[in-house]
């Protein structure tokens, strides 16, 4: 990762982790600002930040499904992140987040009654948030949504809909009725996005071959290029940092 950015990331407890992926948190210590790209990872990015020239506001950052301009990591700034899983949307954010598939919401300032302060301590960010998801866990994970997206997860999103819709006891119809109702995409769509973060994890040590359920060499490399709008050996390649996932997953 590049000299002037600090990342670190912390898991969820165990209550909490059918809901949430991780907190993270990044911090631009240069005088300068950093253009990143953006690549899909499944994950719905609840973030809080603040720079010495931006003011401090809180985004909700949708589903991606392909490469998109981040944009910029400003100047001497500081951001905090809950990275939810799927299941989140309904359980925890309550709302639907099918507008926002690859873009983003600002948040009212005191969303989850957080504040500017409460960047200025990574740990104790993680516990307040983590209280404020348990609060709102008002009921369980349905049954059939629990196993879909534990089959999803675990596989790294290999099995095939009709697969998971029988290993569920929940028809493809509802699951995509329900998957385009509450995230924007098809549970397909969203399966070719965990194997594509799959593969990321593999490209970033320099595996430059299909690892995760891909036909062949060339199938790998036309999904991935679909997704990303890069060739493996670009994003490993990686220049200057230019991809903030395949940095963090490097720093690992």
Not at 172 to 190: A, D, M, P, T, V
Not at 238 to 249: E, G, V
């Amino acid at each position: 990762m590049h000299d002037n950015l600090e990342y670190i990331s912390s898991q969820p407890k165990q209550n909490i982790s059918d809901f949430v992926d991780s907190f993270w948190c990044i911090r631009n210590t240069s005088n300068e600002t950093l253009e990143t790209i953006g690549l899909p990872d499944g994950r719905i990015d609840l973030s809080l930040f603040q720079s010495s020239e931006e003011p401090f506001r809180i985004t909700l950052l949708g589903l991606g499904t392909k490469q998109y301009e981040k944009g910029r990591i400003p100047a001497n700034s500081l951001t905090f992140v809950i990275s939810f899983k799927l299941p989140a949307v309904e359980y925890v954010l309550q709302e639907s987040i099918a507008g926002i598939v690859n873009s983003a919401k600002n948040l009212e300032l005191d969303f989850w009654d957080f504040n500017k302060r409460d960047l200025e301590d990574f740990e104790l960010f993680c516990k307040k948030a983590s209280l404020k998801i348990e609060s709102l866990l008002l009921k369980e994970l349905e049954t059939r949504k629990q196993k879909l997206f534990k089959l999803a997860y675990q596989t790294n999103g290999s099995m095939t809909v009709r697969e998971m819709s029988e290993k569920s006891g929940w028809s493809s119809r509802q699951i995509n009725r329900y998957f385009n109702s509450y995230f924007g995409i098809s549970l397909k769509e969203f399966c070719s996005i965990l194997r594509f973060r799959a593969s990321l994890e593999h490209i970033a040590k320099g595996k430059l071959f299909p690892e995760e359920n891909f036909s062949d060499q060339t199938h790998f490399i036309k999904e991935i290029k679909k997704i990303s709008g890069s060739l493996p050996k670009e994003l490993f390649q990686n220049k200057n940092d230019r991809f903030i996932l395949l940095s963090a997953l490097s720093s690992k």
